[in-house]
């Protein structure tokens, strides 16, 4: 879908004026970029850009949210982001433009890396479990308000908004709430509580970038301070990443000897996400995970 001139024109303004210079895009070359945004390359006498573009109305800050949680990783000088460069709105177009970063396949030096610098991003911690803004979860809003327990913040804030949702739809029936009410009663006993890390959120395949220097890059987070398997678990919920991935993370901050007993748990929480965006697909693999636990 081609870009307005009236939206090239604004984007080219104000980018001039963050980037102190004047800005001409000479194109935009629409890329993939999922379900959810438009994204393009940008083109410009300044260099290349990744725009990703969507409905104000459909998703009210989506774009701040995201902002908000790079600019957080970035803060951390643990592990690389993309570099903000404008977050705006033109009527309902909203949209974010970031670093161009040319990706290419995952090497052994990468994966290495990326379990090095993700140990280290959780190593960042906060005396509560959340975040200081609620945030998205994909399409879907996700909350973040504090608690001082993983169990508690991952029932209250995580499990039962999407537990509700999911039953108003009818997508769960009553045995299926009665399983993750028994869930929320034996949490505590499932795991051994420690502080919190600062994790990315939705650390699944996609959601990485590997330059052409082999270094890593997070993209699209949803972050708040959690419990880190929850970001470890994800990795394996599509398609594990790389063995040298998981043994770069363990020498530099090991995890629980179990905690790939768990994975199952925390992954519940997207697995009721994609139940609730894309239908009962999902529905087996929810209960499946549930059943281990109650």
Same mark, same amino acid.
């Given at each position: 879908?081609?870009?307005s001139a009236e939206l090239v024109? *604004? ?6 004026? @963050?980037?102190?210079?004047? @800005? ?17 390359? +940008?083109?410009?006498? %300044? ?15 989506? *774009?701040?949210?995201?902002? %908000?949680? =790079?600019? %957080? ?7 690389? @982001? ?12 909203? #949209? ?10 995952? %090497? ?34 996700? !909350?973040?308000?504090?608690? #001082? ?9 995580? +499990? ?30 499932? #795991? ?9 959120? $939705? =650390?699944w395949g996609g959601n990485y ?10 993209? $699209? ?8 398997? #929850? ?39 997207? +697995? =009721? ?13 929810? !209960? ?7």
């Open positions: 879908m081609a870009l024109g *604004f984007i080219q303004s104000r980018l001039s004026v @963050v980037l102190n210079q004047t @800005v001409y895009i000479d194109s935009t070359k629409p890329i993939s970029g999922g379900s959810i945004n438009q994204t393009y390359c +940008l083109h410009a006498n %300044t260099g290349r850009y990744m725009l990703k573009l969507n409905s104000k109305s459909a998703y009210p800050d989506m *774009f701040a949210c995201e902002s %908000t949680g =790079l600019k %957080t990783i970035a803060a951390t000088n643990t592990i690389a @982001v993309p570099e903000v460069i404008l977050q705006d709105d033109l009527g309902d177009n909203s #949209f974010l433009i970031l670093q161009w970063i040319e990706n290419r396949r995952a %090497t052994e030096k990468a994966s290495e890396a990326l379990g090095r610098d993700l140990a280290e991003l959780h190593r960042i911690t906060a005396p509560y479990f959340g975040f200081d803004s609620d945030n998205y979860m994909g399409s879907l809003p996700q !909350r973040n308000n504090q608690q #001082f327990s993983w169990a508690g913040f991952f029932i209250e804030e995580r +499990l039962q908004p999407m537990v509700k949702m999911a039953a108003d739809n009818g997508m769960l029936n009553n045995t299926d709430i009665q399983n993750f009410e028994r869930l929320y009663l034996n949490l505590n006993n499932i #795991f051994e509580e420690e502080r919190s890390s600062l994790i990315h959120g $939705d =650390l970038l590997i330059s052409a220097e082999e270094k890593p890059y997070l993209i $699209d987070p949803a972050v708040s301070y959690g419990n880190r398997e #929850f970001d470890l678990a994800m990795t394996t919920l599509f398609g594990s990443f790389s063995d040298t991935f998981y043994e770069s993370y363990q020498e530099n901050f090991p995890l629980h000897p179990d905690w790939q007993q768990r994975t199952d748990l925390w992954n519940l929480y997207p +697995l =009721l996400l994609h139940l609730n965006l894309f239908g009962a697909g999902y529905l087996e693999q929810v !209960r499946d995970g549930l059943k281990n636990y109650v």
